[in-house]
């Protein structure tokens, strides 16, 4: 069995009235070719990124997964996009509350590792972060209670000292 697997015959059939040496270079040079195109039209296209479980399934790697919220998935895959993960996105629907599974290639577990623990400095860090609409709606506000003032230099004053803090934070 392993004979006829390591040792194949290529049959050539050339209809010609005279074969010359050209002739059968070319003949095998098609058949080469047909036979190169065969061996890599047989193979299955590997995906990267997001994809589906059977694609990754397709890998033939051990499959791992982790449980991930609704809101995050989007910011999950950009992260995974940075990192070069092979994922796959499955929300089970068994419960109540639906639940979002991330699957990954089981060789990928220290990536992945590392992904989430970026991807929760940046949840951690948007959290901290004061948002500007909430700066603008308090910079209004003080800006309504002030009085005027009369003159347009002061005003000019009054207005860069405000832009000035604003940008300062």
Do not use: W
Not at 29 to 41: H, N, R, S
Not at 54 to 73: A, Y
Not at 114 to 136: D, G, H, T, V
Request: with cysteine; charged share 30%; glycine share 4%.
């Amino acid at each position: 069995m392993q004979e006829e697997v390591t040792q194949r015959t290529v049959a050539l059939c050339v209809e010609a009235t005279r074969l010359s040496a050209g002739m059968l270079q070319q003949a095998m040079k098609k058949v080469l070719d047909e036979m190169q195109k065969g061996v890599t039209g047989h193979k299955t296209k590997l995906h990267h990124g997001k994809q589906t479980l059977r694609q990754l399934m397709k890998h033939n790697t051990g499959v791992s997964n982790i449980e991930i919220t609704d809101q995050n998935i989007r910011a999950f895959s950009a992260t995974a996009k940075k990192y070069g993960i092979d994922f796959a996105l499955k929300k089970d629907t068994s419960g109540e509350i639906p639940r979002y599974l991330v699957f990954f290639k089981g060789r990928d577990a220290d990536v992945i590792t590392a992904a989430f623990r970026e991807f929760s400095a940046k949840n951690l860090e948007k959290e901290k972060k004061p948002s500007i609409r909430k700066e603008l709606d308090q910079a209004k506000q003080q800006a309504n209670t002030r009085v005027p003032p009369q003159n347009s230099r002061q005003n000019k004053k009054l207005i860069k000292q405000s832009l000035c803090q604003l940008l300062a934070k």
